[in-house]
């Protein structure tokens, strides 16, 4: 039987190599019969063992965590559901009975369709599929109150009365100048009521202050919108998230001492905070081998933070650093950056797509069963 590998020969494994041209190492090695003699098999205790999930802060729309030990099908998985896959709320149906402004009707309706919308979980996963009418099968759904949400829009503008001589300020002019989406009121039908009326409110735009049209005395818009529930593969707008992102932790390897002026002009290859200066102690220049000897009091360059760094490779560009560090990432630490926009808190998506790739991988052992029978 081959011998086990070594610490150090794992730890090598798991770095991808960046080059000043190249990035190597780039395919994972850890499944059975790569390495002669080596049991790569995969096992949930194994799986258990190596996973981690480090949080590196965690707002209600911003999200930063790091996923340790998985493969990169499975990052790339979450990150998909979390684009395309979560079913949102959105506005599809804008009838427009009244708008005398200066934006076109179709453009009017396509702002409307891009404010996000938040509503309670519950709510959502209440309401059932919306079937719109295709070329195959022109039969769609009849709007109810449990695939349909309705809001209205209803606004004009007036001149102010109380205005001050020679004001110019339209916001002080008039009243309604600028329709904002906080205009935009729910209007329940049927088990809506109860349905969407818990602590988290109504149907609401997320942010009340986007600006939707700009009007003038005389001008007004009354329409009806209709939400139905979709998922960012169907359009963007259904989309949850405005990032969902996932990037390998760098790693920065000083092989051979910097000093002095390169261990300055070193660190300013990086973003600040991820390689700082240090005095050589008495003890390492003492040491025989270290590469500090009769260097004490000198600055060297450390590497302090790898997380902060974007892999520029500004370093692997200066002459004076050949051959004294090597840069890479670690090939199964994820991290990942979740930015919601609004319906759902940031780590709350991050659950809910755990759960619908849960869903598929039994849908899929549903099918593999079906296929032996």
Not at 30 to 49: A, C, L, Q, R, V
Not at 208 to 219: E, M, T, W
Not at 248 to 271: D, M, S, V, Y
Request: glycine share 6%; hydrophobic share 35%; with cysteine.
């Amino acid at each position: 039987m081959a011998p086990q590998p070594s610490q150090e020969e794992l730890k090598r494994r798991r770095i991808v190599g960046v080059n000043a041209e190249t990035v190597t190492h780039v395919t994972s090695t850890d499944f059975p019969g790569h390495y002669p003699g080596e049991d790569n098999t995969w096992s949930i205790e194994k799986f258990k063992k190596n996973f981690q999930v480090q949080f590196h802060h965690n707002e209600t729309f911003d999200s930063c965590f790091s996923l340790i030990g998985i493969d990169a099908s499975i990052a790339n998985a979450f990150r998909r559901i979390l684009i395309a896959e979560i079913p949102t709320l959105a506005i599809e149906f804008v009838f427009i009975h009244n708008n005398t402004s200066i934006i076109q009707d179709e453009v009017l309706a396509h702002r409307l369709g891009l404010v996000p919308l938040k509503a309670n979980k519950k709510g959502i996963n209440w309401m059932s599929w919306f079937k719109k009418e295709t070329e195959e099968d022109p039969e769609s759904s009849t709007p109810t109150d449990d695939n349909t949400v309705v809001l209205k829009l209803e606004v004009e503008c007036t001149r102010n009365d109380a205005a001050k001589k020679g004001e110019i300020d339209p916001l002080k002019l008039y009243h309604g100048a600028h329709v904002y989406a906080s205009s935009i009121n729910f209007h329940p039908a049927g088990r809506q009521e109860t349905i969407f009326s818990d602590s988290e409110g109504p149907v609401a735009p997320v942010n009340p202050d986007i600006l939707l049209a700009k009007l003038r005395p005389g001008q007004g818009i009354d329409l009806e919108m209709h939400c139905i529930k979709g998922i960012g593969a169907d359009h963007a707008k259904f989309s949850p998230v405005a990032t969902a992102s996932y990037r390998l932790l760098p790693t920065i390897t000083i092989t051979q001492p910097i000093l002095g002026k390169e261990a300055r002009k070193f660190a300013r290859c990086f973003p600040k905070g991820v390689v700082e200066l240090e005095e050589v102690t008495a003890e390492e220049a003492s040491r025989e081998g270290s590469g500090y000897e009769g260097q004490e009091g000198s600055k060297k360059a450390v590497v302090r933070d790898p997380f902060k760094d974007t892999v520029s490779r500004e370093c692997l560009r200066h002459e004076e650093f050949a051959g004294k560090v090597k840069l890479g990432r670690i090939r199964d630490h994820f991290i990942f950056s979740v930015e919601s926009t609004g319906q759902f808190d940031s780590d709350d998506l991050f659950l809910e797509s755990v759960k619908l790739l849960k869903v598929k991988c039994d849908r899929l052992k549903r099918s593999l069963a079906d296929m032996i029978r």
